[in-house]
């Protein structure tokens, strides 16, 4: 099973998220899910596989979520995945899927838990922040 990260090129953990994976060994299918938006069926799986509620998974900085007024309590799940159908900015990001589960990578070293190879050594994020080295334990 390859890597899947759904990325936003303008998104600086996004880009951090991407460069460790591939630090890591893997060529990852990246989708620019802006410009191609997942299915329903398919943000409702990541939801699922992720563990958590549409409302989990809204952006707010840089997104129409206050113009629609998404913080009210009324919307419903299957509403707020509607809404972020419709305005793909909407979907936090990046999410990557590998062979060892789903996560939402902010910070972006939260990818290191789902990577076959963890161990990329130092890593140094676009802002200067240093990501220590750490290899999976073998419990």
Same mark, same amino acid.
């Given at each position: ?9 303008? !998104?600086?953990? *996004? #880009? ?6 591939? @630090?890591?060994?893997?060529?990852? %299918?990246?989708?620019?899910?802006? =410009?191609?938006?997942?299915?329903? @069926? ?5 939801? /699922?596989?992720?563990?958590? =509620?549409? #409302?989990? $998974? $809204?952006?707010? =900085?840089?997104?129409?979520? +206050?113009? $629609? ?8 799940? +299957? @509403?707020?995945?509607? @809404? ?13 899927? *590998?062979?060892?589960?789903? /996560?939402? !990578?902010?910070?972006? %070293?939260?990818?290191? +838990? ?10 140094? =994020? ?7 080295? /750490? ?5």
């Amino acid at each position: 099973m390859p890597i899947t990260i759904y990325h936003n090129p303008a !998104c600086g953990t *996004s #880009r951090n998220t991407l460069a460790m994976i591939r @630090a890591s060994g893997e060529v990852p %299918e990246v989708i620019e899910y802006l =410009k191609t938006p997942p299915t329903r @069926a398919t943000l409702v799986r990541l939801l /699922r596989d992720m563990g958590m =509620k549409p #409302r989990d $998974l $809204l952006r707010r =900085k840089g997104t129409p979520y +206050d113009a $629609l007024g998404l913080d009210k309590p009324e919307w419903t799940d +299957d @509403a707020l995945i509607d @809404a972020m159908l419709a305005h793909p900015v909407l979907i936090n990001r990046p999410i990557v899927v *590998s062979p060892l589960g789903t /996560r939402l !990578c902010r910070p972006s %070293e939260i990818v290191l +838990d789902i990577l076959p190879n963890p161990d990329i050594g130092a890593f140094t =994020k676009e802002d200067g922040e240093i990501v220590a080295p /750490r290899a999976r334990s073998r419990g």
